[in-house]
C-alpha cells in the first residue's frame, strides 16, 4: 500500500510534468502567471519532500537529501513570490540552481542505488545528467527571448518530474524488496554467559 508520502510524491511529479508541457505549449500565457505557480509549487513540493523525510522508516540513504532540497524548495518558493521585480531572470537563475542542485543529488542517489545492488539505477542517472544541463541552461543563458527561457523551462520542468517519479518508483520498489539483516546464530554454538 503506498504511504500519504509517495502518493504526494507522485501527484507533484505528475504537476511538475503538467507544467512543463504547458509551458512548451503556451510560452506566452505562462510568462504573466509563472511567478505565482511556480512560488506556490515549490512550496508544497518543499514540503512533501519535509514530510517524507521524517516519516520514513526504512532506506534512508535512498531519500537521504530530501531534508535539504525540502528546505531548498521552500526557501525558493517563497522568495519567488515575494519578489515580483525582475522575475523571469530570478525564476530562470533559481530554478536552475535548483535543478542543478537536485540533478547532482539524483547523480548521488543513482550510484547509491548501484551500490545497494538495486536495478535500473542508469535511468535515475541518465535523467538526472540531462537535469544537471537543463539547470546550467537556466542559469547561464546568453539573452534568450522570453518564450524560448519558458519554453527551457518548460522541458526542465518536465525533466524533473519524469526524474522524480523513475526515482519514486525505484525507490519503492526497492524498499518492498529491502530485507532488514539478520544474524545467524548456531544454537550449539550459542550459550548465555
Known sequence: MK??????YYLISAALCALGIFLIACPQVMA???GMIFGILLIIFGAVRLVGYFSKKSIQS???FDLASGLILLA???VILTNPESLMSFICITMGIFLLTDGIF???????TRRLGIGKWQVILIFAI????FGLTLMFRPGYGTDLIITILGISMLSEGIL???TAFIASKAAKNHRPETIDIDP???HEK
Do not use: C, R, S
Open 3 to 8: 504511504t500519504a508520502y509517495n502518493i504526494g
Open 32 to 34: 504573466a502567471f509563472l
Open 62 to 64: 535512498v531519500f537521504q
Open 76 to 78: 525558493l518558493g517563497i
Open 106 to 112: 539524483k547523480i548521488q542517489t543513482a550510484l547509491d
Open 130 to 133: 540531462i537535469t544537471v544541463i
Open 164 to 166: 522524480n517519479f523513475i
Open 188 to 190: 550449539e554454538n550459542y
